[in-house]
C-alpha cells in the first residue's frame, strides 16, 4: 500500500530517486503521467492496467469530452524503471506540466503515488475534511 510523504531532490537533468518505500510496492516498472492537479501521478504496472482499462471501458472514443479525458492520461504517460540508484527521468514536458523544479514531494495515495512541487501542493484544511465526513456519513 502506497503510503506517506517523502521530498527529495531533483538534479538538473530531471532525474530523482524514488523512495525505496514506494519503489517497493510500486514493483520494477511502472508508469507516470499527467495528474488531474498540477502534478503527476505513478502507477504499478498492475494499476496501470486496470486503471487503463477502466478509462477505455467507461469513456467511448466517440464523444469529443471522453477522448480529452482518457487523452489527458494516457497520452502523457510514459513507462519507467528505475536505475540501480533507484533513479528515474521525468520527461521535461511532464515537469513542466507540474511546475517540478529542484524539489520533488512523493505522496502515497492508496493506489498510486502523487508526485507534487512542494511549493504548490497544500495540505487539506482539518474543518473542511471533518465536514465532508460528516455530510457523507463517516464516523471516525
Known sequence: MLLGKIT????PKGRVIIPSTFRNDLGPRFYITRGLDPCLYIFSEPEWVGFTERLREALPGSVE???DAYNHFVHNAVECEADKQGRILIPQELREYA???KDIQ???DMTKVEVW????YKNPEPMKVRKTLEEVHIKL
Do not use: K, L, V, W
Open 8 to 11: 527529495n531532490t531533483m538534479d
Open 106 to 108: 512523493f505522496i502515497g
Open 65 to 67: 469530452e471522453y477522448r
Open 99 to 101: 511546475s517540478m523544479d
Open 117 to 120: 512541487n512542494p511549493a504548490i
